[in-house]
């Protein structure tokens, strides 16, 4: 690992932990050469995972897009930042246990939907709304006539 400070390549491994709530763990270095300390975070490589959209075209798996779509739902709900965490980990963990090379949207999606009927009933509907493209009221109905029983 080369210092951040002087370029060196001579550094070592003072302190080693493991990150709260993630696959991740937590080094502290010291550069022998000018003595600095910084600290790197090690994940685990996973395998490159493409998304097939609606309209079929492919992209790079996105953390940040889950997350970004339950929040949306999640927003102005009394719902802990901690439960949204999980939820998107749990996906995420589904998503990678499958150990496909290609997932569809609509499979992230129903994974995302059972996991927020579970937490919120607000929040998936909004979350379905978008989802499932709710075109009028009686669908809208229907989906909430659901929830219900």
């Known amino acids: 690992m080369r210092c951040p400070f002087c370029n060196q390549d001579n550094t070592r491994v003072v302190d080693s932990r493991p ?3 993630s696959n991740a763990i937590r080094r502290r270095r010291m550069c022998d050469a000018c003595g600095k300390r910084f600290t790197t975070y090690e994940k685990v490589e996973t395998i490159p995972l493409i998304v097939i ?6 992209e790079p798996y996105d953390r940040a897009k889950i997350e ?3 929040l949306r739902a999640c927003h ?7 439960k949204i965490t999980e939820l998107v980990d749990s996906v995420e ?6 150990e496909l090379r ?3 949207s609509s499979e992230i999606g129903e994974m995302v939907m059972d996991r927020l009927k579970d937490l919120e009933a607000v929040a998936y509907v909004r979350f379905a709304s978008v989802y499932r493209e ?3 009221v009686n669908t809208f109905m ?3 006539k659901k929830i219900l029983k």
């Open 19 to 21: 990150v709260e709530d």
């Open 53 to 58: 959209k609606k309209d079929q075209n492919r």
């Open 68 to 70: 970004a779509g339950v």
């Open 76 to 82: 102005k709900r009394p719902i802990p930042t901690e």
């Open 93 to 98: 963990t589904e998503i990678f246990n499958k």
């Open 102 to 104: 290609e997932i569809s």
């Open 134 to 136: 709710f075109k009028d």
């Open 142 to 144: 229907d989906e909430l």
